[in-house]
């Protein structure tokens, strides 16, 4: 894990202290970065339970058909899809492909720190429509990240 990468989730997690979210708004939606310590928690759990590697949880309408044929939608009543991607651009491909704009995906790629790479993240529509992701990280990256601005 790069340590600019590192302190950029440090960053994005201590967020001015007290606030559960990020907002950009875009020309085609807005994209929403959820970091309630609560959804984070749910999120890890989630990535626990998968039995194969993967760096990316999708709330989607069908858990039946293949990954491409189904549409990002809420987490209420949706199936949780797990996923391995190898880039920040597979990840902008991949909601495309699951409806999300370009532009919008294109936001996510930008704002969402080791995406495809060192993190795990949770990608899902708010029921506003907005485009909403989560940092999934394991024990070990929390410790590291926790460390990160400890005095040496």
Aim: hydrophobic share 40%; charged share 20%.
């Amino acid at each position: 894990m790069s340590l600019s990468t590192e302190a950029r989730m440090y960053t994005l997690l201590q967020h001015e202290q007290g606030k559960s979210e990020l907002k950009t708004e875009t020309i085609s939606g807005v994209f929403r970065i959820d970091i309630k310590p609560e959804n984070l928690r749910l999120w890890q759990k989630t990535l626990q339970r998968n039995s194969e590697p993967c760096n990316l949880l999708l709330a989607c309408e069908s858990s039946q058909a293949e990954l491409s044929e189904t549409h990002l939608t809420w987490v209420v009543g949706s199936a949780i899809r797990a996923t391995q991607i190898d880039s920040p651009s597979q990840a902008v491909e991949l909601l495309e492909s699951l409806g999300i704009q370009n532009k919008l995906a294109e936001v996510a790629k930008e704002q969402c720190p080791g995406l495809g790479k060192d993190f795990a993240w949770a990608f899902y529509l708010e029921r506003h429509g907005w485009l909403t992701a989560s940092p999934v990280l394991t024990t070990a990256q929390i410790l590291s990240i926790g460390q990160f601005n400890s005095p040496s």
